[in-house]
């Protein structure tokens, strides 16, 4: 009778360690915030292809849950500077220990974002907006339409400002700044300031639309997230 008792009692466990580790990975996804072409293993070692947030593309990523609640996910591609971060699921987006780099190839108007660098990050975004940010991040950008201006690299901390995700970047020399703002409805604003080192510059960004203001030639362009 006690050997029957034990064995089902094996069974027993065996079918529902079974369950736990045979979780899919999908489960666990943050609802909304992350999207992807495909999920595939478990909860403890599976991989998101073709990642996407808020219409950027994070490539393909490992995935494996840290601890109760906190999934693990590294680029898939180790590259140079991994991205590498954990999230917490749930709605709206929760990520902590941001690092590593993302390459982005956005064109915001006259703008190309070339890549973008996360150090310590985090953030938490709700139905709400911006809850919780914090971290550096550094920008590589460049003109679109003019090729013989090297790409200039911005960095500046990521913040909320009541509802609004906020991160204002400047150069090392201080000749460029780009101010960035992600509103709860999934609108974007981005703000570029350039001060022009020749008056050839100038009259390029005149003609693409930069407005000359005291502080240098601006322009201001605002959408919507994915577009």
Not at 35 to 52: D, H, L, M, P
Not at 133 to 160: E, I, Q, Y
Not at 193 to 215: I, V, Y
Request: overall charge positive; proline content about 6%; charged content about 20%.
């Amino acid at each position: 009778m006690i050997a029957r008792r034990f064995a089902l009692a094996l069974l027993a466990g065996g079918l529902i360690a079974g369950l736990i580790f045979g979780l899919p990975l999908r489960w666990l996804l943050p609802d909304g915030a992350l999207s992807a072409r495909a999920v595939s293993g478990s909860i403890w070692s599976g991989r998101i292809e073709g990642a996407q947030w808020g219409g950027v593309r994070l490539g393909d990523l490992d995935a494996g849950l840290r601890w109760p609640g906190v999934l693990r996910v590294t680029s898939a591609d180790p590259g140079a500077d991994p991205l590498r971060a954990e999230l917490k699921p749930g709605e709206g987006m929760q990520v902590s220990a941001l690092h590593g780099g993302v390459t982005l190839g956005a064109a915001f108007g006259p703008v190309t974002l070339e890549r973008v660098s996360f150090r310590n990050a985090r953030l938490s975004l709700n139905e709400a907006g911006c809850a919780d940010a914090a971290g550096r991040v550094t920008l590589s950008a460049r003109l679109t339409d003019l090729a013989a201006v090297p790409p200039v690299a911005l960095g500046g901390p990521l913040r909320c400002e009541g509802s609004n995700l906020v991160a204002r970047f400047k150069s090392q020399s201080g000749m460029e700044m780009l101010e960035a703002v992600l509103f709860p409805n999934q609108g974007w604003s981005v703000k570029l300031t350039l001060r022009p080192a020749s008056p050839d510059l100038a009259t390029a960004l005149r003609a693409q639309g930069f407005a000359e203001t005291p502080l240098g030639y601006v322009r201001q362009m605002q959408g919507e997230a994915g577009r």
